[in-house]
């Protein structure tokens, strides 16, 4: 990436922070900053916008109930090319913005090996190597890059196509609704993955920051970058605290009941001499 982008992503990245905040409490860790999160929801809106109006022309029989949202057919087919055009740009801005972290590295190979283990939730921590993203979200990023180039050729090409050759809209109409599919599955699988899959991350898209647990157990070797402690000590810390406190609370509860037992003898007794 040259320097004139990576100093605009900067520049841009200190606007944004003056304009809205990011604050991160104790036992938090700052993941994506105000400009990452403008982009992000940026991209995402107008990429489920092209979604709707992309489904509604290509198959009107089944999604004709989207065309009222959009004032109607022909206006959703007038919509769809710009939507898809301000989504690519916001892309761009994007792919600038997360160039350096998405960089695919030897770590990346190894993760990809072992994504069934992740899929089926075998382990209860990444292994140490996984940086600020795994690999299967840089997997993502780099789909949606080239979708993106192949979304804005092939929709130019229909867009204008009296003045380009037939054959090459035809060529256009199956390349297009293929990476349609492509980013469709993806984003189903992102959506689970940002949400469900990993309680904890949807909040670093909205304020900004996750826990010092989430880091160390998702991404072990970024939180060693910026907290400068391995996650497998904090994940063994945490476990050790977390087993006093169950000891802890296991000796309250027996004293608790012991001593209710006592006075419930006590009272007995009593309500016994009483009666005699
Ligand atoms: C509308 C529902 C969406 C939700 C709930 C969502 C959620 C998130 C979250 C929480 C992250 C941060 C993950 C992390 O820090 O580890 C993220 C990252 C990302 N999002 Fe989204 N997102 C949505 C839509 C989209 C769309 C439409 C796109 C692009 C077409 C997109 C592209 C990305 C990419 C490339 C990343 C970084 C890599 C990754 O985490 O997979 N997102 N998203």
Redesign the pocket.
Known sequence: MSSTTERFDRRARGEFARIGTTRVHRGELL??PVYTRFL??S???F??LS?LTGFAIYSPWLFQFLTPLFGGGARTRALHPWFGLI?TVF?LF?FVN?FAP?AWTAADRRWMKRMRGYVTNQKRLEEEDVG???G???L??WA?AISAVLFLITGLLMWFDDTVPRWSVAVSYVIHDLAALL?LG??II??Y???AH?PG??????NGT?TEKWAWT??PAWFKAVTGRSAREAYDREKRRHEERQRAVRAWEAEYDSRENTRSETDSNRSRKDLS
Not at 201 to 206: A, E, G, L, V, Y
């Open positions: 993941r994506h992000h929801w991209v995402a809106i990429f489920i979604l989504f892309f994007q997360w998405m600020f993203f795994n299967g979200q840089k993502y990023f949606i980013m993806g984003f992102h959506i993955e940002g949400t990993q991350t949807f909040r670093s898209m909205i996750v998702h991404h």
